[in-house]
């Protein structure tokens, strides 16, 4: 990783140049990194309901998680409002410029205090109108001598663990959760990305007959592309990707139409925007595009039963937006990227659900698929081991 790491203090390209290299080479070899051997999971792991349990619990409520960009909170005074499999999550940049999270839940009674995102000086909960500074100390109260037996300084919001993972926001859903720790394996390689620039275009939001595994496993290999995608992705995306493994996250890529012209040019004469896409994998269940031009930020949360799931999409520029066509060009692409996995990849998920829940005794992930063959050994062992 020394010339990675390398390659990116010597440049200002989009994507570091050994990824590049890497892809560049599949493509002339006409191959792809493969896994040593093929994979047999028995398709239970999609309908067990004991197990999902295990799941909420051990890899969800326990976990840390990444929900966002840094550079959603770009001044002091502004928050922003996440769902985590779930669970209401608040995050501030108060007066004095320090990311803190939040459980968006009002100490009165639990209602949430607040909603999207944007700028404010105090957050009031709509139910009695307790109001809380984004440091989440409780500056106002109706009525307030009615609760004089409590002393206010523990009425402010409950905090959450928070860290800045090289530009992205990951919150401990849990007083014990360690959400630097979590993510301390893949961090070094995140930091090309320039996370903390970002700057949300736009959201979508899909509700899945599926369980959230296979919803997210459609997020892992070009193997389908020509096929799932013959009409929409498959001029476009090269089945000639790369894997790599970083604790319990992943990262894979894939090159597209364009590196035919440049695989066999000397390096020196490469664009410094190079026609490949980086993908970042992140523990339990994010999945984060680079492309040339923007990241697509895919999180995947389990749904109310075994057979749902909830996949939020969060597109990004790569930097702040600058004018009306440029926001519009973002948008486009968030809206086709939408519109590919949500009339392409969802439904083929739902398909498989319906496979595994009529009893289809296994699934299989080939050698050609080394990506879902980390994340199912790592969910599995992740559950032992609790
Ligand atoms: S629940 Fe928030 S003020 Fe009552
Ligand atoms: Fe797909």
């Not at 200002?12 to 994979?39: C, G, I, Q, W």
């Not at 890529?253 to 993908?279: C, L, N, R, Y």
């Not at 440029?326 to 968030?334: L, S, Y």
């Amino acid at each position: 990783m020394t010339a990675l790491n390398d390659d990116i203090r010597s440049t200002t390209e989009r994507f570091p140049r050994e990824l590049v290299r890497r892809l560049a080479r599949n493509y002339r070899d006409k191959t792809l990194e493969h896994a040593e051997h093929t994979m047999t999971e028995p398709a239970t792991v999609f309908t067990d309901p004991t197990r999902f349990e295990k799941e909420l619990e051990v890899l969800f409520r326990r976990g840390s998680h990444v929900v966002g960009w840094t550079g959603e909170l770009p001044r002091p005074g502004t928050f922003v409002t996440k769902s985590v499999a779930g669970h209401p999550v608040l995050v501030t940049r108060a007066d004095d410029g320090v990311l803190r999270a939040f459980k968006n839940a009002c100490t009165h009674r639990g209602a949430q205090v607040a909603d999207g995102c944007g700028e404010a000086r105090r957050l009031t909960c709509p139910y009695h109108a307790w109001s809380f500074a984004l440091d989440g100390s409780l500056a106002g109260q109706p009525d307030s001598y009615a609760f004089d037996e409590i002393d206010r300084m523990t009425l402010g919001l409950e905090p959450l663990p928070i860290a800045d993972v090289a530009g992205l926001i990951a919150v401990g859903l849990n007083d014990s959760a360690d959400p630097a720790a979590a993510f301390a394996d893949i961090e070094p390689e995140l930091r090309w990305c320039g996370y903390e620039n970002h700057e949300v275009v736009c959201h979508h939001t899909w509700n899945l007959r599926a369980n959230w595994k296979i919803a997210f496993d459609v997020n892992l290999e070009t193997y389908h592309v020509d096929y799932l995608h013959r009409e929409t992705l498959s001029d476009l995306v090269l089945h000639h990707p790369i894997f790599d493994s970083f604790g319990r996250h992943g990262r894979w890529g894939f090159p597209t139409t364009g590196i035919e012209k440049i695989a066999d040019v000397p390096e020196d004469q490469w664009p410094g925007v190079a026609p490949v896409s980086i993908v970042h994998t992140l523990f339990p269940s994010v999945v984060i595009l680079e492309t040339p031009v923007s990241s697509q930020m895919f999180r995947i949360y389990p749904g109310r039963t075994v057979g749902e799931c909830t996949v939020e999409l969060t597109e990004a520029s790569l930097k702040p937006t600058e004018s009306d066509e440029e926001r519009a060009a973002r948008k486009a692409g968030a809206d086709f990227a939408a519109l590919v996995v949500g009339k392409e990849d969802f439904p083929a998920a739902e398909q498989c659900q319906r496979g595994a829940e009529m009893g289809v005794k296994s699934f299989r992930f080939g050698t050609n698929e080394p990506m879902l063959q980390h994340w199912h050994r790592t969910w599995q062992s992740v559950l032992d081991a609790a």
